[in-house]
C-alpha cells in the first residue's frame, strides 16, 4: 500500500498542490468556525471538550465540499483513471449544499455525545465508577462515530451513484466488519495530514491533498478483496510496476 500510495501522490504532485490551495480558500469558513466553536467546548468541558473539538472539527472539515472534491479526485487516481477539470468542477457542484449540511450532521452528534461525557464525568449524584462507566461509552461511542464518517466521506466521494442511504449502510459495514483497520488507516490519515498542517505551509500546500490520496489508497486496497483494477490505457498491465528504485533510475522504468 506505502509504494503505490507514494506513486499515486508523485504522479499527481502538481494537481495535488493546487487543489490543495482551492481546498484551503473554500474550507476557510469551517476552518474560523471550529476554531470558535472548539474555544467554547474546551472552556465548559475542559478535556472532554478538547477531544470532542477535535472529533467534530475533522468530521466538519472531512465532509465538506471542498474535501469530497480533493477525495473524489484521489479516489480516481488511486484506480488510474484520468480526472478532468469539469469532473471535478461538476462533482464539487453537485456536492455543495449536501456537504454543507453533512458537516453539520457529522458534527453534532460528537458534540452531543461529548456533552453527555463531560455531564457524566461531573455528575454527584451517582457513583464514581459509574460516571466513569457513562462517560466511557460515550467516548468510545464517539470512536465509532468518527470511523463511520472516515467511511462516508471516502464512500461518499468514490462517485459510484450510491444512494446515500447505501453509502450510510457500506460506511457502517465497514466500520464494524473491520475496526482495526478502519482504527489504523484513520489514524494514519489524521497524523499525517495533521503533521503537515502544523508546518503551516503544509496545510496551504498538501495536506489535505496527501491524506485524501493515503485514505482513498487504503480503501480501494480494503475492498479490492483479491480482484485487481487494470489502468484505463493498458488493461493487460500490472498495477503498479515501478519501484522505488525507478525514482533515482528513471530510465529503467520500462526494463
Not at 21 to 29: A, G, I, Q
Not at 45 to 57: I, P, S
Not at 212 to 239: C, H, I, Q, Y
Request: net charge positive.
Amino acid at each position: 500500500m506505502l509504494k503505490k500510495f507514494f506513486w499515486n501522490l508523485y504522479d499527481h504532485l502538481g494537481t495535488g498542490i493546487v487543489l490543495n490551495l482551492l481546498w484551503f480558500l473554500v474550507s476557510l469558513p469551517w476552518f474560523l468556525a471550529i476554531w470558535s466553536a472548539g474555544r467554547v467546548l474546551v472552556s465548559s468541558f475542559g478535556a472532554v471538550g478538547f477531544v470532542t473539538a477535535l472529533a467534530a472539527g475533522f468530521a466538519a472539515i472531512w465532509l465538506n465540499p471542498a474535501t469530497l472534491t480533493a477525495m473524489f479526485c484521489a479516489t480516481r487516481w488511486v484506480r488510474y483513471q484520468r480526472v478532468e477539470r469539469a469532473d471535478a468542477w461538476r462533482f464539487f457542484a453537485a456536492q455543495l449544499v449536501p456537504g454543507i449540511a453533512l458537516s453539520a450532521a457529522a458534527a453534532l452528534p460528537l458534540v452531543i455525545l461529548g456533552a453527555n461525557a463531560a455531564f457524566y464525568l461531573r455528575a454527584s449524584w451517582v457513583p464514581r465508577f459509574v460516571g466513569l462507566l457513562l462517560a466511557g461509552v460515550m467516548l468510545w461511542a464517539q470512536i465509532a462515530f468518527l470511523l463511520m464518517v472516515f467511511w462516508f466521506g471516502l464512500n461518499r466521494a468514490a462517485g459510484d451513484g450510491a444512494r446515500l442511504r447505501e453509502v450510510v449502510r457500506d460506511s457502517i459495514v465497514l466500520t464494524f466488519r473491520y475496526p482495526a483497520r478502519s482504527a489504523g488507516l484513520f489514524v494514519s490519515t489524521f497524523v499525517m495530514g495533521a503533521a503537515m498542517a502544523l508546518t503551516q505551509v503544509g496545510l496551504v500546500l498538501i495536506a489535505m491533498s496527501l491524506a485524501a490520496v493515503f485514505a482513498a489508497t487504503g480503501r480501494r486496497e480494503l475492498l479490492r478483496a483479491g480482484k485487481p483494477e487494470r489502468s484505463e490505457e493498458n488493461p493487460d498491465a500490472p498495477e503498479e510496476p515501478r519501484t522505488f528504485r525507478d525514482l533515482f533510475a528513471p530510465w529503467e522504468a520500462n526494463r
